[in-house]
């Protein structure tokens, strides 16, 4: 049964758009030198690609984006710009060592033993940011069939599943079923509900453990948990205090505490920071942080003008020639040799590897 929006796309939705994927093969670049004209033939073909005349008729309109995005960009103003950049660079640094250090503790030899019922995480998929949820449960995924050894297959933290009460969405889709748990929209009320969560994704180990029921069926059992939840973030406005990898489990690793070292001396810096304290600081720090993404969007434009899809496929088409006069397809003229003759012939698999095949006798024709 498909959803009522899958099928108002299919009906009304605008058509996928005409985009070129074309690239240089080695079949491509064979099948060109073996013409008289050789390497301009190739040159000519780039040329007069629907990749290239779909680059050069976007230019006018990637000029007019640039305007569009200095004129916004301008607009935002400079004042406190380098204040801002160093908060925000202070908060980029702490998030980049809390990832280090809950790569580590995140271990499953390490934190199987403190994800037990009751055990607040914290979750984050991507950029969806689930805050904090209650542990119920930890399973271990039965091994697929895999062609990696096992000492390699087994060490993956992704092997378990942390069954965990998260605070999600209570609406449907259209057609009335209930889609995929998603955190709760601004403003909706939502209600909990267990989600397996593969362990890579728990983010944050908080101290903090509360009484769940046995049975989590009846929604009134799971709405308790999610009122103790909303007062412990009310009890602590500045975050729910978590585990110290040291001191509360033991890991003695010096790389790791080196690590736990710099993030609390980062963290004094922010906290001493006088934007910390400014009741604006959140304000000024979106303001920057837009900023800085119209300035790296910007910045990324240009460079896109700046290179020439043309000298692109230039360069590919000289490095692919270097790998076929290795091979011996093309002599140090680009003139084809017998084995660039051959892989000319082959359409139906890796002309280079079955070239190679047949003229080492290993595969014979």
Not at 64 to 71: F, S
Not at 206 to 216: F, G, K, T
Request: aromatic share 4%; glycine share 6%.
């Amino acid at each position: 049964q498909m959803e009522m929006s899958v099928i108002k796309d299919m009906v009304l939705g605008k058509p996928a758009p005409l985009i070129s994927t074309f690239r240089l093969s080695y079949y491509t670049i064979l099948n060109l030198l073996s013409r008289a004209e050789g390497q301009f033939t190739a040159e000519h073909v780039i040329r007069n690609s629907f990749h290239q005349f779909q680059y050069e008729k976007a230019l006018p309109e990637v000029v007019q984006k640039i305007t569009r995005l200095e004129n916004e960009a301008s607009l935002l103003g400079s004042s406190g710009e380098n204040d801002l950049a160093e908060y925000h660079k202070l908060g980029l640094d702490i998030s980049e060592l809390e990832k280090k250090i809950m790569s580590e503790m995140i271990r499953p030899e390490r934190a199987l033993l403190y994800l037990v019922p009751g055990r607040l995480v914290k979750v984050r998929d991507g950029s969806t940011d689930w805050g904090w949820g209650v542990v119920v449960n930890v399973v271990k995924k039965p091994p697929a069939s895999s062609s990696l050894p096992p000492a390699l297959s087994a060490s993956r933290n992704n092997n378990y599943i942390v069954d965990t009460l998260l605070h999600c969405s209570s609406s449907l889709s259209e057609s009335g079923l209930r889609s995929k748990p998603c955190p709760p929209r601004p403003g909706e009320k939502g209600e909990m509900h267990v989600v397996p969560v593969p362990l890579p994704l728990v983010c944050g180990l908080s101290s903090i453990r509360i009484s769940i029921p046995s049975d989590l069926r009846p929604p009134e059992a799971r709405q308790n948990i999610l009122f103790a939840v909303q007062e412990l973030g009310k009890r602590y406005p500045q975050g729910l205090p978590k585990l110290n990898p040291i001191t509360d489990m033991g890991i003695e690793e010096p790389e790791l505490v080196d690590l736990v070292h710099k993030l609390e001396d980062l963290e004094q810096k922010l906290c001493s920071h006088p934007l910390h304290k400014s009741d604006q600081s959140e304000q000024q720090l979106s303001w920057y942080q837009r900023k800085a993404e119209l300035n790296h969007e910007i910045q990324q434009l240009k460079s896109k003008m700046r290179d020439s899809q043309l000298q692109k496929f230039r360069d590919e088409l000289k490095n692919r020639s270097r790998v076929l006069k290795i091979l011996g397809h093309i002599d140090a003229d680009g003139v084809l040799q017998l084995k660039g003759h051959a892989a000319c012939l082959i359409d139906t698999g890796d002309e280079l590897l079955v070239t190679e095949l047949m003229f080492n006798g290993t595969c014979l024709i």
